[in-house]
């Protein structure tokens, strides 16, 4: 594929659509259309039988090509850049350009041909978690076939019988943490009753990467970047929608965590898991569903509370960013700890990854050997003045008291969150149109909103998704995207 091609898909993927002066529901649904003519409608009541456009926003769907009566798809193993929340972009490793990778849709009972790319140094290997197929097309390295070398390709093909939230990734158990995900979802033959108006996919992913690393450390497990569909708050793109629909959010983990994610303002049933829909018997209300490591969680619920409602992990380290025990002391002691360079003392790495032989020991906190430069420290006064200015932020001084730092365990959110970490104007997108001043101050991690919205609001985020899509900074060669990587 040439390099625009390849630039634009990854581009689209990392930034969502956001960049391209579109949506990403909006790019979704521009691509659901092409790619799925029969299936997709933009009218918030849609005809019966043919299923929903699905979303996942921040993240693309993989374009389908027919062969005869075979969905073949390709997919690339690869390194990616991805940019987590304005000017904190990492490397990490996913799948055409992103990670999480580009989600799969597909109908129950469809033949599919997976065409697996091997574009990383090392050898990997694809594995459909819970799928039902034979098993030489199960992906488990060594044990169902040859790892796939670099540079090499598999080619899976099998048929689909079950339906629901299902996901693909590898089955190297470091790669996982690199993040190599991405969704599968089996559209029922048959409608699941009651239809719903929204259905959105949030895959769950955690990283531990240092101040100035770029580099994931896959050992580590101090988790301080924590992510939906490959986004932190505020950069996570809120889910629109009307009051008064039913709302499916279906929920996927692949992590080292398990996480707890809470619902303002309404109740939800919980009606599919990773083996797919559940019988309406088991539906009881909640409003936090515990999604454990490689499981998928479905929720539905009636949006019928106006109002921007949080939707997050409630583990509270996981509700924020670059959060770690030596980001505080690091920015706040004087000097660096003796007997230590700058690359050790400040956390930075010139050469090598966070995992070599080098620098695994001392970066790998929680393993213990060798982990002299990172140690758990409890909160420590600050000093008078602003330590922290970042371009883009709307900076101000912290509420507190004058009294502060003689109040035992100040600061704890003083300078993590408020309006002076707010940066409105950063992740400015019409689904955030609207939102009370200053709000991005308070959201990281794993945070976005479901956005309730009266049929005037709605329509007024819709119609500005419409303007920004005629008044596109960048030209989109949508030919492209059809046969990305051919
Ligand atoms: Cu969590």
């Given at each position: 594929?040439?390099?625009?091609?390849?630039?634009?898909?990854?581009?689209?993927?990392?930034?969502?659509?956001?960049?391209?002066?579109?949506?990403?529901?909006?790019?979704?649904?521009?691509?659901?259309?092409?790619?799925?003519?029969?299936?997709?409608?933009?009218?918030?009541?849609?005809?019966?039988?043919?299923?929903?456009?699905?979303?996942?926003p921040d993240i693309l769907d993989l374009p389908v090509r027919m062969d005869g009566?075979?969905?073949?798809?390709?997919?690339?193993?690869?390194?990616?850049?991805?940019?987590?929340?304005?000017?904190?972009?990492?490397?990490?490793?996913?799948?055409?350009?992103?990670?999480?990778?580009?989600?799969?849709?597909?109908?129950?009972?469809?033949?599919?041909?997976?065409?697996?790319?091997?574009?990383?140094?090392?050898?990997?290997?694809?594995?459909?978690?819970?799928?039902?197929?034979?098993?030489?097309?199960?992906?488990?390295?060594?044990?169902?076939?040859?790892?796939?070398?670099?540079?090499?390709?598999?080619?899976?093909?099998?048929?689909?019988?079950?339906?629901?939230?299902?996901?693909?990734?590898?089955?190297?158990?470091?790669?996982?943490?690199?993040?190599?995900?991405?969704?599968?979802?089996?559209?029922?033959?048959?409608?699941?009753?009651?239809?719903?108006?929204?259905?959105?996919?949030?895959?769950?992913?955690?990283?531990?990467?240092?101040?100035?690393?770029?580099?994931?450390?896959?050992?580590?497990?101090?988790?301080?970047?924590?992510?939906?569909?490959?986004?932190?708050?505020?950069?996570?793109?809120?889910?629109?929608?009307?009051?008064?629909?039913?709302?499916?959010?279906?929920?996927?983990?692949?992590?080292?965590?398990?996480?707890?994610?809470?619902?303002?303002?309404?109740?939800?049933?919980?009606?599919?898991?990773?083996?797919?829909?559940?019988?309406?018997?088991?539906?009881?209300?909640?409003?936090?569903?515990?999604?454990?490591?490689?499981?998928?969680?479905?929720?539905?619920?009636?949006?019928?509370?106006?109002?921007?409602?949080?939707?997050?992990?409630?583990?509270?380290?996981?509700?924020?960013?670059?959060?770690?025990?030596?980001?505080?002391?690091?920015?706040?002691?004087?000097?660096?700890?003796?007997?230590?360079?700058?690359?050790?003392?400040?956390?930075?790495?010139?050469?090598?990854?966070?995992?070599?032989?080098?620098?695994?020991?001392?970066?790998?906190?929680?393993?213990?050997?060798?982990?002299?430069?990172?140690?758990?420290?409890?909160?420590?006064?600050?000093?008078?003045?602003?330590?922290?200015?970042?371009?883009?932020?709307?900076?101000?001084?912290?509420?507190?008291?004058?009294?502060?730092?003689?109040?035992?365990?100040?600061?704890?959110?003083?300078?993590?969150?408020?309006?002076?970490?707010?940066?409105?104007?950063?992740?400015?997108?019409?689904?955030?149109?609207?939102?009370?001043?200053?709000?991005?101050?308070?959201?990281?991690?794993?945070?976005?909103?479901?956005?309730?919205?009266?049929?005037?609001?709605?329509?007024?985020?819709?119609?500005?998704?419409?303007?920004?899509?005629?008044?596109?900074?960048?030209?989109?060669?949508m030919s492209g995207m059809e046969h990305p990587h051919e």
């Open positions: 594929m040439s390099g625009t091609r390849r630039r634009f898909f990854q581009d689209a993927a990392i930034f969502g659509a956001g960049l391209l002066g579109m949506s990403s529901l909006e790019a979704q649904a521009e691509k659901s259309m092409r790619m799925r003519p029969r299936e997709a409608s933009h009218s918030h009541t849609p005809a019966t039988g043919a299923p929903l456009p699905m979303v996942t009566n075979v969905k073949e798809f390709h997919l690339v193993a690869e390194p990616v850049k991805q940019e987590i929340v304005p000017g904190r972009t990492v490397d990490l490793w996913g799948y055409n350009g992103s990670a999480p990778g580009p989600t799969i849709q597909v109908n129950q009972g469809d033949r599919v041909r997976i065409i697996v790319d091997n574009h990383l140094p090392e050898a990997t290997s694809m594995h459909w978690h819970g799928f039902e197929i034979p098993n030489e097309m199960d992906g488990a390295p060594g044990a169902s076939q040859d790892p796939i070398p670099p540079g090499g390709r598999f080619i899976y093909e099998f048929s689909l019988h079950q339906e629901g939230t299902y996901f693909y990734h590898s089955h190297m158990a470091m790669q996982e943490m690199m993040g190599m995900i991405g969704a599968f979802v089996m559209h029922p033959k048959n409608s699941y009753k009651p239809r719903v108006d929204k259905d959105f996919v949030i895959i769950l992913q955690e990283y531990a990467i240092l101040p100035n690393i770029t580099v994931p450390n896959s050992m580590n497990m101090e988790f301080n970047w924590l992510t939906f569909n490959g986004k932190a708050g505020p950069a996570t793109t809120p889910l629109i929608v009307r009051r008064g629909e039913r709302v499916r959010i279906r929920l996927i983990n692949l992590g080292m965590d398990h996480h707890p994610i809470h619902l303002h303002g309404h109740q939800f049933v919980i009606t599919g898991t990773e083996g797919g829909r559940q019988p309406e018997s088991t539906w009881g209300p909640g409003n936090t569903v515990l999604v454990g490591v490689a499981q998928s969680r479905d929720i539905e619920f009636v949006a019928n509370n106006p109002g921007d409602w949080m939707l997050h992990c409630h583990l509270p380290h996981h509700m924020m960013n670059q959060m770690s025990s030596m980001v505080g002391p690091m920015s706040r002691r004087n000097g660096m700890p003796a007997g230590l360079d700058m690359e050790r003392g400040m956390g930075m790495l010139r050469q090598g990854s966070a995992t070599s032989e080098e620098n695994g020991p001392s970066l790998g906190r929680g393993l213990g050997v060798g982990s002299t430069a990172e140690q758990t420290m409890s909160n420590s006064p600050l000093k008078p003045g602003n330590p922290m200015q970042h371009q883009g932020m709307q900076m101000g001084k912290p509420n507190v008291s004058k009294d502060a730092n003689s109040v035992p365990g100040f600061p704890q959110d003083a300078f993590m969150e408020g309006p002076m970490m707010a940066m409105d104007k950063m992740v400015e997108k019409p689904e955030n149109f609207g939102l009370r001043p200053g709000w991005s101050g308070f959201m990281a991690g794993m945070m976005t909103f479901v956005r309730v919205l009266p049929p005037d609001k709605y329509d007024q985020i819709m119609e500005l998704r419409e303007k920004k899509k005629g008044n596109k900074p960048m030209k989109m060669d």
